[in-house]
């Protein structure tokens, strides 16, 4: 009785501590086989072709046959904006079909895409600019907007700072985007999530971080700009910090890229040197993109019964939603094909 008695009490505490993670796998199973069975038409190199082959901007608007994204409008902008709203509403679907604990991922994703709207409208402030009108995909930032539209530069700083952007009026504009993208990076880094999912969230956020800095760093030395450093972010997956001052020391572009000998991003840049000499450093910024979708297709793979699937599908929804606007602008201005080819990822 007392060895059953005890094999009772051991089966139990197995029982307890295992039980609550094989239920939140559970909760995974039908969000990931559907973020699986979405396809990501808009990173296919031949339906980006079809597209870019329409005339006007309402063929385009009837070439494009999705489920996910509704182009509506009349004008670029407006269908731009659309692409944006379908954005918006397809995260918002992943995050509800997700499991509560992971929920909160999905709202720092979406501020994370509020950086470029969020910068501009500093940026425009800090230079005594009228505010235009931005684009943004969280609450949070459009709650931010309402509150600096029309302030004074100096209550500017006080704002940002109640948002939690440390930022000072002293700071180069440079230093004042890296905090901004420091800020909202660390918002994924801080969102709570089961154990499980914790290692791959931060694989991905952390090569985000390494990605950003290259292309920070190329198209700085590409452009011959002053005060790189400025906008470099620390805590990145494979290059260090030491890595990061000896490549900033560098202005040859190809000698850059050898210097990522050994990193999962080298491959992707040497592959697209060529086209860099004919394109420019967007060659490079596109083949640090390819690598990111790869990046977190990997993810989803080594993370199948958790937030990997998710990763994977709003980043690729992210630039499936990229592809689109600037299809949707080549056409408007009659660009030719090949020259639009450039700047989508596929």
Known sequence: MIIEAIIVIATA???AKFMPSLILLSRFSYPNAKFSAIPTTFLNEKEIARLLEAKTLDDLKNNVVSRDFILDGGSVTEIQKSIDASLIKI????????PKQVRNFYDAYLQKMDGEAIKKAIRDIIEEKE?????????VAKKLMEEIRNVERGELFEIMKRYGYEI?????????????????????????LPKSCRKV??????????????????RGKYYGLKNIEDSILSGGWEISEWQI??????????????????????????????DFEKEGVVALEKALDKYMIKAVADIANENPLGIGPGIRFIVEKEYEARNLKAIAKAVAEEMPSEAWKVVVVA
């Open 201 to 218: 969230r931060d694989k991905f956020v952390k090569t985000l971080i390494d990605v950003i800095n290259i292309k920070t760093i190329l």
């Open 245 to 274: 001052n000896e490549l900033l020391k560098i202005d040859s572009i190809p000698e850059i890229i050898s210097m990522l000998e050994g990193t999962s991003y080298m491959p992707f840049l040497r592959q697209a040197i060529t």
């Open 168 to 192: 000072e009026e002293n700071m180069s504009i440079e230093a004042i985007e890296r905090e901004i993208e420091k800020k909202l990076l660390q918002n994924l880094l801080d969102a709570k």
């Open 91 to 98: 995260i918002q679907m992943a995050k509800n079909d997700s």
């Open 13 to 15: 505490a197995v029982v």
């Open 131 to 139: 505010m235009g009108e931005y684009v943004v995909f969280s609450e």
